[in-house]
C-alpha cells in the first residue's frame, strides 16, 4: 500500500517562506513521476510543480521564480521550498506521485496560509 504523507504547511505571513516535504511510504519513489498540487477554498485543484523520476521540473507560472520543486529519492520524499509567499498562495497543498504513467495516488495534503 503506496502512502504519500505531506508535512511542513502552517500560517506564515506575506514576504515570508515554508518548506512543505512529501514522504513515499511502501514503495520506491525513484519509479515515480512526483508533483505538488494545490486547492485554494471554492477552486478547483491547480498543478503547481512537477518533478520527473529524472528531476526535471516544471512550474506554474503562478509560483515560477518563488518555489523550488526538489526531490531525494534516497530519503524517498520530495519537497517544495515556497519563497516570497503570497495571500493568493493560501491553499490546501497535496502531494502526487504517478507510477509509470499508469497509476496516480495522493497525500492526504497539508494546509498553507499566509496572512498577517
Known amino acids: 500500500q503506496v502512502q504519500l504523507v505531506e508535512s511542513g504547511g502552517g500560517l506564515v505571513e506575506p514576504g515570508g517562506s515554508l518548506s512543505l516535504s512529501c514522504e513515499m511510504i511502501?514503495?520506491?519513489?525513484?519509479?515515480?513521476?512526483m508533483a505538488w498540487y494545490r486547492q485554494a477554498p471554492g477552486k478547483e485543484r491547480e498543478l503547481v510543480a512537477q518533478?520527473?523520476?529524472?528531476?526535471?521540473?516544471n512550474y506554474s507560472d503562478a509560483v515560477k521564480g518563488r518555489f523550488t520543486i526538489s526531490r531525494d529519492d534516497s530519503k524517498e520524499t520530495m519537497y517544495l521550498q515556497m519563497t516570497n509567499l503570497m495571500p493568493e498562495d493560501t491553499a490546501v497543498y497535496f502531494c502526487?506521485?504517478?507510477?509509470?504513467?499508469?497509476?496516480?495516488?495522493w497525500g492526504q495534503g497539508t494546509q498553507v496560509t499566509v496572512s498577517s
Open positions: 518533478i520527473t523520476d529524472e528531476s526535471i521540473t
Open positions: 511502501g514503495h520506491i519513489m525513484t519509479l515515480y513521476d
Open positions: 502526487q506521485g504517478i507510477w509509470r504513467g499508469l497509476i496516480t495516488y
